[in-house]
């Protein structure tokens, strides 16, 4: 165990890793303040994006529709806070449960899918979500609303401040470690085996006896809490809830950021979001014309970097391996 | 409300019926034949109303225009599918939807540095602009029935290329059996460009009918893309005569919708709830009804049966 | 884990700089991506021509405009905000147009102490309730525009008004505007699908059948050119009222496509390009020397932006950090305005005269909204009495 580890570390692709998450936890002591909330945001996305990597790249299920758990969750959060609840006890919760419940529903019907028509019904749900909370005058429609203060934690003995900065920033990095942990345990267990076989071959899980329904079904209602954790992070990162959090380019991004940091890969979401928000500052900063480069980029990447960021260290790794003698094949996987 | 009104808003559903038909007879084509799902079908809808308002500003005819724009939609079409897309049909759906949404995004900014933000609109075509009384005493706009008269021309056209010619079974053929069809000495990918090159043109066509109607517009092409996935969803994939059918159905619950849902509503709740409920419903009655038919008949209303 | 926290924000304490008033730094967002962008270039173009107006200086100090775009989009705009405000320090942040925009960026300036300058969005709440000590607002507030023209409609001897706008927050607001002030009867209402629906035959239809003697509507952006096309050929002959619509962005491309039955209808605004006083005649003539087109009101708004900063900064004798001295300066203001007279109420939202407009072909052949007679003045908005700061 210890030396599997140890053999992961001493890789390109773990040295890497442990860089970056090195990174990330002492960012305070060189990032500025703006810089402090790019990479908040960008961890928040990346909580979302794990979630969905674990039924789009374990399970093969591609939901064009997962913005609609950041927007349950971020909008219960704002109902709280509408009417003067700011307990994180109360708040957090609710709205997890809350996105736990509409993914059931939506699950339930959208699982008997698949391939494309999957892809289109999980986008009609989270298009007439998107309309629902449009209309509502008391959240103010298109507008939005803002909220006054994030959510409090008062421990009697121990407040944590959510408003100060940096407590909000290492609440949302631990939640981050938490949620790949999670992910790290759940899909190496018996019930990740289901899963990913229900991806790969779904009619020999069925002939071996496994009913993959209810086993794909808790790993979309998993995915949606979440998401959902990510969406009331979400709403107390921006003080902010609008129906935007909703749209389908909400969705299609976090199938991006997935992909493009590789689909069922641990690290993957971590890379692809970080990349993805990175570029889009960056290519903004040169540019309004940014779009110009990041359409073509898109493409590119699904051309040609089929397994993602992760996947492409991976490779790097094994040609390295190969050429001094070390370690055997195969696609060697921290996750799988 | 008369007999006449009424009729008159069930033209306006089979006039946007048409316009969605238009576009999604390309993509349940290029979706039935090719399975390539094609985001950017969307963005020939908009280039191809660009296009037919350049040339018809310089030649100051729409009808020429027209003539113009649709070998430059076709040109664009096939360059895209050789450049970029013909590496993708091997691919599954999901790097397909990811792909040629990269493309929307390059297609909108191109259009928006060469056309600038504000977009186009052109003078109505003077031939057109009269309004004819049906029988019934329904008076309606010329032009809307010719929207209307083109996608039945467009519907039977597809109908017999597909279903009575030789290379309409070659397009079927290649469905069904891609490998048996190109071992038998016929050339795939000239066959997939083909379709690609038909829906393109198609595509372009509905851009270029909106034109005089709407102007052109960057983001034109998303709006109504969605609707014509839902379309062909609904229809069934690959299916055309799916696509028509859904394609009216869609168009007449949106026109229905709009012009008597509210006063539907009043029945049941006060007059401020029913207006706030009436248009947030008809945004959703489409995604509704698909949900609906996804969930108690996947393969849509009318699968094509060859598969 | 907490001693680290202290010893990041003591790092964070030294490399704070203090800023040397040597220069103003504004921040200026506005829209340059999306539907938003031909506004956004325009309040762009309007503010650089003020800036070369007043030879880049405020006083003695040297002014630095950040421009920064919102995509249309308020969680981008909000960054974008955060952006000018944590990174590039600047003193003042001025721009939106978009009410969900800077209602959602909003807190991200004020919290930090600094003032708040809207040269479009005028949303109700920062009017009322939300209202603040350090945000200005030089344009409208949003109920205004529409109520104004309620008021014009009712002058035309408009009987039944028939009403057709997007179902979203702002389409609402301008319709409860209107109403507001309008006093005859409401022929129809419809609240069509924003932004998806590009089609109206099927309002225009039910609007021609309930016999109107007016039609408002409300399509800000592309939709405009589509809808004032489409009300043309569906040859209603229902007089046109309509609120940011019909603008020097529009014009131009209904010009162009010839779009006739857009001449003789009526909008109401703040200001006009042939408002005839110093400042605008020469707003007006410059803009189109460089740009070949009249500017709008957007861009007639941001061009008082710089000025109004202008005037408080040459008030405060350069002393910009002393934001309470700013403020004071800002709410006694007293600027060369293209609107001619201009004052802040109690809410730091304008107290101004609105005026009925008519689109008309000017000398030189172009189209263009004139003034055809004031409609309200010197009437603060409905919120300022709930403001309270």
């Keep these: 165990m210890m030396a599997g580890i140890m053999r992961h570390i001493v890789s390109v692709r773990g040295i890497v890793i442990v860089a970056l998450l090195l990174y990330l936890l002492f960012l305070p002591y060189y990032a500025s303040a703006f810089y402090i909330n790019v990479f908040t945001r960008i961890l928040i996305w990346a909580i979302a994006g794990i979630s969905l990597n674990l039924i789009l790249g374990y399970g093969g299920m591609i939901s064009f529709g997962h913005a609609a758990y950041l927007g349950v969750a971020a909008y219960t959060v704002l109902a709280f806070a509408e009417q003067g609840i700011y307990l994180g006890w109360v708040q957090w919760p609710v709205a997890i449960i809350l996105a736990g419940v509409v993914s059931a529903f939506i699950g339930t019907l959208c699982l008997r899918t698949r391939g494309l028509h999957f892809i289109m019904i999980t986008l009609a749900f989270t298009q007439m979500l998107f309309f629902f909370f449009r209309s509502l005058d008391r959240f103010r429609g298109d507008d939005g609303l803002r909220i006054k203060k994030r959510s409090e934690f008062d421990f009697g003995w121990f407040e944590l401040d959510l408003m100060d900065r940096l407590t909000f920033y290492y609440l949302v990095f631990a939640i981050l470690l938490v949620a790949l942990l999670f992910v790290f345990r759940l899909v190496n267990s018996r019930f990740g085996a289901v899963l990913r076989g229900s991806m790969s071959n779904d009619v020999r899980m069925q002939a071996i006896g496994v009913s993959t329904y209810g086993y794909r079904l808790t790993a979309f209602v998993i995915a949606g809490m979440m998401c959902g954790v990510a969406g009331l992070l979400m709403a107390n990162m921006e003080r902010f809830v609008s129906p935007a959090v909703l749209s389908w380019t909400v969705s299609g991004d976090l199938i991006f950021i997935v992909v493009l940091g590789g689909s069922g890969r641990l690290f993957g979401p971590v890379f692809g979001a970080l990349v993805f928000f990175l570029l889009i500052e960056f290519l903004g900063d040169i540019t309004i014309h940014w779009q110009l480069i990041m359409g073509p980029f898109l493409v590119l990447v699904v051309l040609f970097a089929r397994t993602g960021i992760d996947g492409a260290l991976n490779g790097l790794d094994h040609k390295l391996r190969v050429r001094f003698g070390r370690g055997q094949s195969g696609d060697e996987e921290m996750s799988s | ?307 | 884990m907490k001693k680290g926290l202290l010893a990041a924000a003591a790092m964070c304490a030294m490399f704070a700089t203090p800023t040397f008033a040597e220069t103003i730094k504004i921040g200026f967002v506005t829209s340059f991506t999306g539907p938003g962008a031909a506004i956004g270039n325009d309040m762009k173009n309007a503010v650089e021509l003020a800036l070369s107006h007043i030879g880049n200086k405020m006083g003695d100090l040297d002014v630095e405009v950040i421009f920064a775009d919102d995509g249309v989009n308020p969680e981008k705009g909000k960054q974008a905000t955060e952006q000018l405000v944590l990174q590039d320090e600047v003193d003042i942040v001025a721009g939106y147009i978009w009410s969900n925009v800077l209602l959602a960026s909003a807190d991200t300036v004020l919290d930090e102490g600094k003032i708040l300058i809207s040269s479009n969005a005028g949303p109700s709440q920062l009017a009322g309730e939300r209202c603040h000590e350090n945000f200005f607002n030089v344009s409208f507030q949003n109920n205004q525009a529409t109520g104004a023209l309620g008021l014009t409609i009712n002058r035309d001897g408009v009987e039944d008004l028939y009403i057709i706008a997007p179902d979203y927050a702002a389409g609402r607001n301008m319709v409860s505007g209107v109403e507001g002030t309008f006093t005859g009867n409401v022929a129809g209402r419809d609240m069509t699908v924003w932004p998806t629906q590009v089609d109206w035959a099927t309002e225009l239809t039910s609007a021609k059948a309930a016999t109107p003697d007016g039609l408002f509507i409300f399509y800000p952006g592309p939709a405009g050119p589509a809808f004032i096309s489409q009300y043309q050929q569906a040859n209603t002959g229902i007089p046109l009222y309509s609120a940011f619509t019909v603008d020097g962005l529009s014009l131009p491309v209904l010009q162009s496509a010839g779009a006739e039955g857009v001449l003789g209808s009526f909008n109401t605004m703040h200001w006009s390009p042939d408002l005839d006083n110093a400042q605008n005649v020469n707003f007006v003539t410059d803009f189109q020397a460089a740009h070949s087109s009249y500017p709008s009101f957007y861009a007639a708004q941001s061009y008082d932006t710089i000025f109004m900063i202008k005037a408080a900064v040459e008030a405060v004798g350069g002393n910009i950090d002393d934001v309470d001295a700013m403020r004071a300066a800002m709410e006694a203001t007293d600027f060369p305005s293209v609107r001619g007279e201009f004052r802040f109420g109690s809410n730091h939202f304008p107290v101004e005269t609105w005026y009925k407009r008519e689109v008309v072909i000017d000398a030189a052949g172009n189209w263009v909204n004139n003034i055809v007679e004031p409609v309200l003045s010197d009437t603060p908005d409905s919120f300022a009495a709930s403001c309270t700061f």
Excluded: C
């Design chain 2, 1 to 307: 409300m008369n007999t006449a009104l009424v009729m008159e808003h069930v033209l306006n559903g089979f006039q946007l019926g048409m316009l969605l038909f238009l576009l999604a007879a390309g993509l349940t084509l290029i979706l039935g034949i090719m399975d390539f799902v094609n985001l950017a079908h969307g963005s020939l809808y908009m280039v191809g109303a660009f296009f037919a308002a350049t040339f018809t500003k310089l030649t100051g005819n729409f009808g020429l225009g027209i003539l113009l724009a649709v070998p430059a939609v076709l040109l664009v079409g096939l360059v895209v599918e050789i450049v970029a897309l013909r590496t993708l049909y091997a691919r599954n759906h999901l790097d397909q939807v990811l792909a040629t949404f990269g493309l929307v995004l390059f297609f909108n900014e191109l259009v928006q540095i060469i056309w600038g933000p504000q977009g186009l609109v052109i003078p109505f075509p003077s031939a057109f602009d009269f309004t004819v009384t049906l029988p019934g005493g329904i008076t309606y706009p010329a032009y809307r029935l010719l929207i209307i008269g083109m996608g039945f021309v467009v519907a039977f056209g597809l109908y017999l290329l597909v279903g009575r010619t030789r290379l309409g079974m070659l397009i079927r053929a290649g469905a069904s059996n891609r490998d048996m069809v190109g071992a038998l000495g016929v050339d795939i990918k000239l066959l997939f460009t083909f379709v690609f090159g038909i829906g393109a043109v198609l595509a372009g066509l509905a851009g270029m009918l909106y034109l005089p109607i709407g102007g052109a517009y960057i983001g034109m092409g998303e709006l109504i893309l969605i609707n014509a996935l839902v379309v062909i969803v609904i229809g069934g994939i690959g299916s055309i005569r799916g696509a028509f059918i859904a394609s009216i159905i869609m168009g007449l619950i949106d026109a229905l919708g709009r012009a008597f849902l509210e006063d539907f509503l009043n029945f049941f709740m006060t007059e401020g709830a029913a207006e706030t409920a009436g248009p947030a419903l008809s945004a959703m009655s489409v995604y509704i009804l698909m949900a609906a038919i996804l969930v108690f008949r996947p393969q849509g209303l009318f699968p094509p049966r060859s598969r």
